[in-house]
């Protein structure tokens, strides 16, 4: 190499160098190295990053700038993630800027070969008319009645035994798992009228289950990686892109049998056939002709809502487009092209949006100030549910499955966390625990609330 083109290099890394101290002066977030951004911090703190992201957020105000491709042209498009956690900031993108916030080409690459073009991976029009159609058979009282049975039933013939039989023997239970085979059973038989019945006695593998998971596992780390890496790994078949691809082959031939089936079925009703109330069977009975892959996409990712958030309760970030120039309430530019994110997860747990108890466990923070009445906090504080447009329509659903779990729960027995069994997150799309809930059951004595209600009342009337 002779001298000119050493300093050549010499010169282009130096321009670069200073280039990119002027860049990384300018980010308000954990630190950037050269070339790789802010990889190396995602990589050490891949094991905690709810709580990596909450603590740089926290440090922060509640808002943060870093950059995942620190190179000229792209690091201030592209490469520039936005992370906030702000009710003002989450108000302004969810709901006042709706449209320039969309999900945006990076999320639906990444959940393509999952979720299709479905309702959480889709924009414009294609999420409108879903969103529409979703929210007309979610209003109705038929598909609420119809959650109520399959919740129900679930509960009083598989749940309860379960766990009666548990105490009985006093055998501990992983509460979570539990929890997750019933919410997926419920959502299975809510989303295409089939329950797989993962929630049995022996608590048996089910095929169908085990591939969901593998699948929803291995997007995640999509998320993790560059773009360009998980694809090149997807094109050489590598690591979890493996599983990946087996397992929504499997995921999709057993959607495939499910829709074909229920086409005979509903064939069938015209000849005095048994009715169907399911999702799936009523977007079948629509008009439109629908291709049987937006059938599977439509059944998935009703299932991906409404099984892993229901029984784990809280999703933990979500990732947009910035489609035009903006600047955010708290005074954050975000450029056209660039990425925000929001954290869910961060957001419960800011002082100053909760107050310095933020961290204590006060279910009264929920209540009117005497205490009588729950009162609904303002949506963009308490996002578990999405917030603006994209508000869950399963909502009422949700908590209709989780009051009656817990009622039904708390009303049969004490829970105590097995001794020494370690509760830590584990990293996923939803905040799963990474070794479950092992808990031991007791039985409830009932009569001393029975005896204090009892009292309460004939006190009113004068009589305790």
């Known amino acids: 190499m002779d001298s000119s083109t050493g300093w050549l290099i010499a010169s282009v890394i130096v321009a670069y160098l200073i280039w990119f101290k002027s860049i990384a002066r300018s980010l308000t977030g954990p630190r950037v190295w050269p070339l790789l951004g802010s990889l190396p911090g995602l990589i050490q703190n891949a094991n905690r990053m709810h709580d ?3 603590d740089n957020l926290r440090t922060r105000g509640g808002t943060y700038q870093t950059c995942i491709s620190p190179l000229p042209f792209l690091a201030r498009k592209q490469g520039l993630v936005t992370v906030t956690c702000d009710p003002k900031n989450l108000e302004h993108i969810l709901k006042a ?9 990076t999320w639906q690459s990444v959940f393509h070969d999952l979720l299709g073009e479905g ?8 999420w409108l008319f879903q969103r529409k159609t979703a929210a007309l058979e979610f209003t109705t009282r038929t598909l609420r009645q119809a959650m109520a049975r399959w919740v129900s039933r679930a509960i009083k013939l598989r ?18 798992d539990l929890l997750l085979r019933l919410t997926f059973d419920n959502i299975c038989g809510l989303a295409f009228g089939k329950d797989p019945q993962t929630l049995s006695p022996g608590l048996p593998e089910n095929s169908f289950a085990s591939a969901f998971d ?15 890496i998980w694809k090149l790994k997807k094109w050489l078949r590598l690591g979890m892109e493996v599983d990946l691809s087996k397992s929504l082959g499997h995921v999709d031939e057993y959607l495939t049998a499910v829709i074909n089936t229920r086409k005979l079925e509903l064939l069938n009703k015209v000849d005095g056939g048994t009715p169907h109330d399911d999702l799936l069977s009523r977007f079948m009975k629509k008009k439109e002709a629908y291709s049987d892959t937006f059938l599977r996409h439509v059944a998935l990712n009703f299932i991906l809502a409404g099984r892993d958030t229901s029984s784990v309760a809280l999703s933990w970030f979500f990732w947009l487009h910035v489609a035009a120039d903006d600047v955010l309430p708290d005074g954050t530019v975000v450029p ?9 997860y961060s957001t419960g747990r800011m002082k100053f949006i909760w107050g310095e108890d933020v961290l204590e466990f006060r279910p009264e923070r929920w209540l009117s100030g005497d205490g009588k ?6 949506q963009f504080r308490f996002v578990s549910f999405n917030a603006g447009p994209r508000i869950c329509l399963g909502k009422d659903l949700a908590y209709l499955q989780m009051k009656s779990i817990a009622a039904a729960v708390l009303l049969r027995h004490r829970l105590t966390v097995v001794a020494g069994h370690r509760v830590e997150q584990k990293m996923s799309l939803t905040l799963f625990m990474k070794y479950g809930l ?10 001393p609330i029975v005896e204090k209600i009892g009292c309460t009342g004939m006190a009113r009337d004068g009589d305790c």
Request: charged share 25%; proline share 8%.
């Open 373 to 378: 009445k729950f009162e609904i906090k303002d």
């Open 119 to 126: 309702i959480f991976n889709s924009d414009g029009d294609t």
């Open 438 to 447: 092992m808990v031991d059951l007791h039985p409830r004595d009932l009569e």
């Open 214 to 228: 593998r699948a929803t596992e291995a997007t995640l780390q999509r998320f993790i990686l560059p773009e360009s």
């Open 97 to 105: 800027k709706f449209d320039n916030y969309p999900k945006g080409p």
């Open 336 to 344: 056209a092209g660039s990425a925000i994110t929001y954290s869910i």
């Open 159 to 176: 749940f309860c035994p379960i766990l009666k039989t548990a105490q009985l023997e006093g055998k501990p239970v992983d509460l979570q």
């Open 52 to 54: 990596w992201i909450a």
